[in-house]
Each structure stands twice: as structure tokens, then as C-alpha cells.
């Protein structure tokens, strides 16, 4: 019944900035880790960030110093922002959690993905 919704995708000129959200609804207790994934075309699925319940983040090596990522717990939300874009960055974007609901295990839950094209 756990659901994640990206949200933000769409047109973004090179150069610019990019900042996507990603919001779990259903019956959920806690988030306790949030990631970022990418897809480009014809390529893996390839690890963006994460952030922790706590705020721990950590990003791809490549993506250093362009991308940041925060949450909003009592939202259950959470969010990527990713500055001077170029057309590498394009791909599908997806959001995944690792969360706790009401049943006794832990959940891991994909967004549908939402795409960002780099473009003039």
C-alpha cells in the first residue's frame, strides 16, 4: 500500500538547476534511509545520494559537490537538487526508501521514476 511519487521532472536548459521530490504515502511509521537513483538511456541504474532518517547523506563520488539532498520526516518527504545540469545528466530519475510500516518487517519501496532531459 506504500507508494513513492517523484515530482519536478521535465525540461531543463543546460547549465541550470534541477530539484526533484519524492513524497511516500500509505501507511507508514518511519522512513529510515532515502536514495536517488538515475537511469540515461541504454545505461544501468546508477546510484545518485542518500540521506538517513538522522540527515547522514552520501553521494556518487562523480556527483560531489553538484547535488544535494535533504528530507522532510514529518512530510515523508524528500528531495534532490542538482546544479549546473548538462545533457550526461539526463535519465529517468528515481526515488527509492527504505521504510517501517504498521506490519512487524521492513519495506523497500520504488518511485515510478520521473524523467529529466538536459536540454537546449
Known amino acids: 500500500q506504500v507508494q513513492l511519487v517523484e515530482s519536478g521532472g521535465g525540461l531543463v536548459q543546460p547549465g541550470g538547476s534541477l530539484s526533484l521530490s519524492c513524497a511516500a504515502s500509505?501507511?507508514?511509521?518511519?522512513?529510515?534511509?532515502m536514495y536517488w537513483y538515475r537511469q540515461a538511456p541504454g545505461k544501468q541504474r546508477d546510484f545518485v545520494g542518500s540521506?538517513?532518517?538522522?540527515?547522514?547523506?552520501k553521494y556518487a563520488d562523480s556527483l560531489k559537490g553538484r547535488i544535494a539532498i535533504s528530507r522532510d520526516n514529518a512530510k515523508n518527504t524528500f528531495y534532490l537538487r542538482m546544479n549546473t545540469v548538462e545533457p550526461e545528466d539526463t535519465a529517468v530519475y528515481y526515488c527509492?526508501?527504505?521504510?517501517?510500516?504498521?506490519?512487524?518487517?521492513?519495506?523497500?519501496?520504488w518511485g515510478q521514476g520521473t524523467l529529466v532531459t538536459v536540454s537546449s
Open positions: 540521506i538517513t532518517r538522522s540527515g547522514d547523506t
Open positions: 500509505g501507511k507508514i511509521d518511519l522512513m529510515l534511509v
Open positions: 527509492k526508501a527504505t521504510l517501517r510500516d504498521w506490519s512487524p518487517t521492513y519495506l523497500e519501496v
